[in-house]
């Protein structure tokens, strides 16, 4: 009898049963919160009746055709979507599957059309398990260690990580700023630099938003060196951070942008976006393969890109996100082992912390493990294992919202023997 990889690491006991909105039934009978939400992939929750029903459509016209072998519309389509919320200025768009793969993507476009070999990636960061995208991540040695040698030239800079520095934001973002142009002047010679690659929201890394001064330290770097500015907008896309791509809390434009995960409520798709002049730089025929661009997931693109515009959602996930960061507070008011409550949006976290301040793994761990048994579904994250991560739904309601907020709270004390 086959069984499944002993090396997936199972967050929770569920089998589902079937999904809809926010909520998961499992095949125990139970039913779940899903504040996961597929690790930020279901944007307008599960099995939304739009995505559903455009999926289905598409099905029965054609699944896969290839899409440098034949186009299809709903490809076309979802890149004039694309077109709508984008910068004017990336209007040119390459699809493949994954986060990885797109990533990979960029990477190769800002090496070929730069002639330069260097990466520049931040201390971190995620961005994903493909070799390539293995070498830029530092969110821990599980996602690099082990299978060496792995991608040449990158190098990683430090990230503004204030609290683990103990520092205030101005001052963490000086200090790394100092340390890239250290870089610079020392490691990788901007002659030698093809791209600075940064999440605009540190994701697996622990749900840390990047301080805007030092996206515009970057954006100002890039244009005096003529580095690609690449933002991984992978997990802080498509609305989640209340606005729709989360470097829109500075005032940088990116060189090239990388989306996934919620781009298609479920369906794989990822996508990256740069200039015709950019793109146009690297090599013809350097971008393809099989089922990038699928033309099921592209349709539930363009539905999902169509219900997050229909119903207001990259507002809901505002204003909702408000709601769940003050309701974060609130039960972590007076506890001494929750060290910072932070986020953007529907992509909040709690960092756990010991009575001496250092990191609390095991607490972060019995927390998320304790929101099962109390019909929340969660996940940790950070450097160091010790965040947990709420990522609800952008459809989410304000009783949802509240009805997590309790769960959690039960959550917390049953792990803390309160
Ligand atoms: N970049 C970021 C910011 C991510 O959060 C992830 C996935 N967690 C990836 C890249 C990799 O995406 P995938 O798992 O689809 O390859």
């Known amino acids: 009898m086959s069984r499944l990889s002993p090396l997936l690491k199972q967050a929770t006991p569920v089998v589902v049963d079937h999904a809809l909105g926010s909520w998961i039934w499992g095949i125990d ?3 779940y919160l899903d504040f996961t939400t597929g690790i930020g992939v279901t944007s307008t929750g599960h099995c939304h009746p739009r995505v559903v029903a455009a999926a289905r459509e598409q099905t029965g016209l054609i699944i896969h055709g290839q899409y440098t072998t034949i186009m299809h519309q709903p490809l076309l389509k979802l890149t004039d979507k694309l077109g709508e919320v984008l910068p004017l200025s990336l209007d040119s768009i390459f699809y493949a599957n994954s986060g990885s793969e797109a990533v990979e993507a960029s990477i190769r476009l800002a090496r070929m059309a730069t002639g330069r070999p260097n990466i520049i990636a931040f201390h971190g960061g995620f961005h994903g398990r493909t070799v390539a995208a293995a070498s830029l991540t530092s969110a821990g040695t599980k996602f690099r260690a082990g299978f060496s040698p792995i991608m040449g030239g990158v190098h990683i800079a430090p990230f503004p990580y204030a609290l683990r520095y103990g520092w205030d934001e101005e001052t963490a973002v000086d200090f790394a700023l100092r340390e890239l142009d250290y870089l610079l002047q020392t490691v990788s010679s901007p002659a030698d630099t093809a791209a600075f690659i940064i999440e605009p929201v540190l994701g697996d890394g622990g749900y840390l938003p990047t301080p805007p001064r030092f996206l515009e330290g970057l954006r100002e770097r890039a244009d005096h060196y003529g580095i690609i500015f690449i933002l991984d907008e992978v997990q802080a ?3 989640r951070t209340g606005k729709f791509w989360g470097y829109q809390f500075s005032s940088v434009i990116p060189d090239i942008i990388i989306t996934a995960k919620g781009l298609a ?17 690297a090599w013809p025929g350097s971008q393809g393969g099989t089922y990038g661009g699928n033309a099921v997931a592209a349709a539930a693109g363009v539905a999902t890109l169509e219900v997050i515009r229909d119903e207001n959602l990259v507002e809901n996930a505002r204003i909702r996100g408000e709601q769940l960061h003050e309701g974060l507070q609130n039960i972590s008011s007076g506890n001494s082992l ?7 949006g529907l992509m909040q976290a709690l960092e756990f912390v010991t009575e001496m301040g250092e990191p609390n793994q095991s607490l972060a761990s019995a927390v998320q493990q304790a929101a099962v048994a109390h019909g929340l579904l969660l996940l940790t994250c950070g450097t160091l294992g010790n965040v947990v991560r709420v990522i609800p739904p952008l459809t989410v309601s304000s009783e949802e ?4 907020i309790q769960r959690l709270d039960a959550a917390l004390k049953a792990a803390q023997g309160v």
């Open 401 to 404: 919202i509240s009805s997590g």
């Open 237 to 239: 896309g498509v609305g």
């Open 29 to 31: 009978g139970e039913k």
């Open 265 to 281: 409520s479920g369906f794989p798709i990822s996508a990256i976006a740069a200039s015709f002049d950019l793109m146009s730089k």
């Open 338 to 344: 929750i060290g910072d409550v932070r986020g953007r």
